[in-house]
Nanobody
Framework: QVQLVESGGGLVQPGGSLRLSCAASGRMFSIYPMGWYRQPPGNQRELVATITGGGIANLADSVKGRFTISRDNAKNTVDLQMNSLKPEDTAVYYC?????????WGQGTQVTVSS
């Protein structure tokens, strides 16, 4: 059974940093895109960052220059390094894998940016 487990969320002050990690189990996803979405309070889920199996990254304009996505195919993990956090980054962050026609999702981790 496929399972994605996120960790690393929490409360941070504006300008601070957090690192989110996602560990996948149940099958290997080294050839498939992985990434992160987020859902701010009262809003729809939005794409934050993706990374291909070969390591090509794509980030939303709102986080470019502040967030970095990386993956370790041997460990079946994908990380999101978030720097210079802003209050508008507050959201539940979800890890996902797009394995062909099937999308797998984590349960989400809360990130709150507030002073």
């Amino acid at each position: 059974q496929v399972q994605l487990v996120e960790s690393g969320g929490g409360l941070v002050q504006p300008g601070g940093s957090l690192r989110l990690s996602c560990a996948a189990s149940g099958r290997m996803f080294s050839i498939y895109p992985m990434g992160w979405y987020r859902q701010p309070p009262g809003n729809q889920r939005e794409l934050v960052a993706t990374i291909t199996g070969g390591g090509i990254a794509n980030l939303a304009d709102s986080v470019k220059g502040r967030f970095t996505i990386s993956r370790d195919n041997a460990k079946n993990t994908v990380d999101l390094q978030m720097n210079s956090l802003k209050p508008e980054d507050t959201a539940v962050y979800y890890c996902y894998v797009r394995a062909g026609l099937t999308n797998y999702w984590g349960q989400g981790t809360q990130v709150t940016v507030s002073s």
